[in-house]
């Protein structure tokens, strides 16, 4: 099978009303991306973006650029991160610019990223500033209402007929079966075979919850840093932060444990695959650094993925994910190296 590669993406790179009040006048993700400072001689921070393009998503030129050169080198398409409070969307104009514009070349679908609002930008997870809430069958039609310009689009990724639909946390959904029930109801009513739900497992969800689900996405390196690290690995991790010593664990490390795993899930399993991590933009010493990365193991291991489990997608942890080194687009220490070995890849 040739399997198609889909690259998470993180639409916060460009101003809104709600991140100016929260975080103050200009916020985007670059703010905690320039601001970043290295920790330890020979950190990687700040990250730059590849001559300086510190871009804008609200702008369509940018939308264009990033689908050329996904296509480029090969990515098959994005994942768009999904904002909804029921009703209420935040960060939507990328994916509403896209939409518009049926010329930009670049296949997507969504990833529901259904947790509260917090102060996560600034490592205060736990201060809530947009409560999640899901309501009932009115609330979940007039949700489905908006999604479906979307599903109807040709460049939205189908499988069978049926729309592709991450949500990162189906254990926080009241009622979820009953919802993606309903849901699978009038995507048939609209032309569709169907809706195909898949649930992401991460740090937060090691085993999928739904029977109406048709598979799994494991989302890396989060399901394996949270589920699978060797116990020698966690308690090291433990004794550092009691001690006050930064969180690093070594790429090779967990990405050991990701290619070794053979899960069951009872359902079609996506795997994951991950650039990088460094999240210390947004959580400073309280932040993750996963270390001694680099494009060309980055390749080699995402090859061992993509050769293994025989699945049309493999999702890649990010386009663009910068505030937590997860990203594939160049920047001024490695280039567009990371994009050559997608290409080397899919050769």
């Not at 254990?171 to 992401?200: H, Q, R, S, V």
């Amino acid at each position: 099978m040739n399997t198609k590669l889909i690259t998470f993406y993180l639409p916060q790179f460009h101003r809104i009303k709600e991140n100016d009040e929260w975080w103050g006048e200009g916020f985007t993700e670059w703010t905690n991306v320039k601001k970043s400072k290295p920790l330890y001689e020979g950190h990687n921070q700040p990250r730059v973006p590849l001559d300086n393009s510190y871009y804008d998503l609200s702008k369509k030129e940018t939308l264009e650029k990033q689908a050329k050169l996904a296509k480029e080198y090969g990515i098959y398409g994005f994942c768009f991160y999904h904002y909804y409070f029921n009703g209420r969307k935040l960060l939507e104009k990328p994916a509403e610019i896209l939409l518009e514009n049926k010329e930009i070349d670049l296949n997507y679908c969504f990833s529901w990223a259904n947790e509260p609002w917090t102060r996560s930008w600034d490592g205060k997870t736990r201060d809530v500033i947009m409560p999640q809430s899901y309501g009932g069958k009115k609330e979940w039609k007039e949700h489905f209402e908006y999604l479906l310009p979307f599903f109807k689009d040709k460049r939205y990724i189908k499988k069978e007929n049926k729309p592709l639909f991450l949500i990162y946390r189906t254990n926080n959904i009241p009622n979820c079966e009953d919802m993606i029930n309903y849901w699978e109801k009038l995507a048939i009513n609209n032309g569709f075979n169907g809706i195909y739900l898949l649930e992401t497992l991460n740090s937060f969800q090691k085993n999928p919850i739904l029977n109406s689900s048709k598979g799994v996405v494991e989302f890396e390196p989060m399901l394996t840093m949270r589920h699978y690290l060797k116990p020698t690995i966690q308690l090291k991790r433990l004794l550092r932060k009691k001690i006050g010593l930064l969180d690093i664990v070594n790429y090779d490390d967990v990405w050991s444990q990701i290619i070794k795993r053979d899960n069951d899930y009872g359902k079609e399993r996506y795997l994951g695959a991950f650039v990088g991590w460094d999240n210390t933009p947004r959580k400073g010493k309280k932040g993750l650094i996963i270390d001694n990365s680099t494009p060309e193991k980055f390749g080699n291991y995402l090859k061992i993925q993509k050769n293994k489990n025989n699945t049309e997608f493999v999702f890649i942890n990010a386009w663009n994910e910068w505030a937590e080194g997860a990203y594939l687009e160049g920047d001024e220490l490695n280039s567009k190296n990371y994009l050559k070995q997608i290409m080397r890849v899919q050769k």
